[in-house]
């Protein structure tokens, strides 16, 4: 065999290999899933991320063809169930579910476990909306203003619980310190569940709480809302005002995306975009969430990557100002 016709049966073998690779990974991508996915929260049962984690994962997988299995992990404010999905394959069987944590940990937390710029790939925003301040039916506060001269004579005296450090029920009483020029004592928990437990036991005097957490327990009665964190009213929480009536220039506002590992194929990423799509927009998920406040957004992946871009910008100024910490 001369040299040319060993090169040119050499090349034929190696474009053949390509080619079988190439083959192989698309029948991979188009058979998935093939198998359960999990869907992580960074947070205990019971609150309004589990809430929305559960109703959307139902949703999905109908449309995925396998089941979508709810795992909690919760602690480290979000960083243990985050961790564990930046670690896991990147096979698109391991997905986050990430809230208003994920975009404040880079300027809170001094070292994370994984890198947040190169762990994830953004999959989509599932939706943004109010939190609410709410205190328990029981309260003496049954105004804003009441609240708030309250809080003004008792500097330090008012406590908020919080679903964990560095989440929305966090900084929404820290932005309300610092606008309104008070002392609140801040007490964290590893998920609201707990935390909107020892708000109605009377162990703590308030939370601002997802809408998707507290719009249960206002509409029961257990819970008495004094003001929403939007800048206008919202229509699911009819007679609240916004707390921006009372200290000028306050809004806080939560979301739900979802990530996957970096290095998940494009093709399973879209797959999984597409699912969300579908089941953001289904009957059942917007029954449950919307009259909860959230407002559907269900994007591209970008809107996700842009979206958290700027909380990341908007909350590391207040970080930094407040000269929050961790512990």
Sequence with gaps: MSDSTRSMAVRRHVLGVLAGMLLAANTAWAAYPERPI???????????????????????????????????????????GTDAVAKSPADGYTILIASFAH????????????????????VILIGAGPNVL????????????????????????????????GTSAHLAGEMFSNLAKVELTHVPYKGAGPAITDVLGGQVDM??????????????????????????PSPSFEGVAPIGDTVPGYVVESWYGLYVAAGT????????????RIAARSAEFR?????????????????????????????????????LKPN
């Design 134 to 165: 709410v205190v328990r039916a029981e309260s003496p506060y049954k105004t804003m203003a009441e609240l708030l001269a309250a809080a003004k004579a008792n500097p330090g005296k008012l406590t908020y619980a919080s679903q964990g450090i």
């Design 103 to 122: 975009a404040v940990n880079p300027s809170l937390q001094p070292k994370l476990p994984y890198s947040h710029e190169t762990a994830f790939a953004p």
């Design 265 to 276: 194929p494009p093709e399973i990423v879209d797959r999984l975009n597409k699912a969300a």
């Design 207 to 232: 939370m601002f709480g997802t809408a998707a957490a507290t719009s249960g327990y206002v509409e029961s009665g257990r819970f008495r809302a004094l003001g929403v964190t939007s800048a206008k």
């Design 38 to 80: 999990r869907l992580i929260v960074p947070f205990s049962p019971g609150g309004g991320t589990d809430l929305i984690a559960r109703t959307l994962g139902a949703e999905m997988g109908k449309d995925l063809g396998k089941p979508i299995v709810v795992e909690n992990k919760p602690g480290a404010g979000t960083m243990i």
């Design 287 to 323: 029954d449950k969430v919307e009259k909860e406040g959230l407002g559907i957004r269900a994007g591209d992946p970008a809107e996700l990557e842009a979206y958290v871009a700027a909380e990341e910008k908007r909350w590391r100024k207040v970080v930094r100002e407040n000269h």
